[in-house]
């Protein structure tokens, strides 16, 4: 799906469906969206996520991100304070017409996961010669 202003991957909008509930206590990770000739490039902060914890999956034209944090090692650990509530990061882009869905990349690298989603070639930019 193609929002109005041509994008071909965009944020969902924060829709809660009784399905979504099983992400309560999951933060939603800042994010940004870089588009490039031939990309689209998401950068997601996570931190504390790692390569084990992490899930990348493509499902009904979305893009689902979660991650779920370590809880610690409660049995030598006694915590004193704390500010996050999240269990983990859950994050949903929908996808659009035009992206080529084999070729999705996500790399993680300190703290920070960084998905390559590359354009059908039907959805690259092309050069019209005049003759």
């Known amino acids: 799906m193609t ?10 909008r924060g829709t809660t469906s009784a399905d979504e509930m099983r992400y309560v206590g999951y933060a939603t990770p ?7 000739p031939e990309a689209y490039v ?32 409660t ?7 704390s500010e996050h509530s999240a269990r983990g990061f859950r994050r949903t882009l929908v996808l659009g017409d035009g992206i080529d869905l084999e070729s999705i990349d996500a790399q993680l690298e300190h703290g920070v996961l960084t998905v390559k989603v590359l354009k059908s070639e039907s959805a690259k930019p092309k050069e019209i010669t005049i003759r």
Do not use: F, Y
């Open 42 to 73: 998401v950068m997601l902060d996570m931190p504390g996520a790692t390569r084990q914890s992490l899930s990348v999956r493509v499902e009904d034209g979305s893009l689902e991100i979660t991650a779920a944090l370590p809880e610690g090692d």
């Open 75 to 81: 049995e030598h650990e006694t915590l004193v304070h």
């Open 30 to 36: 800042v994010t940004d969206i870089v588009e490039t």
């Open 3 to 12: 929002t109005t202003n041509g994008q071909v991957l965009s944020p969902d």
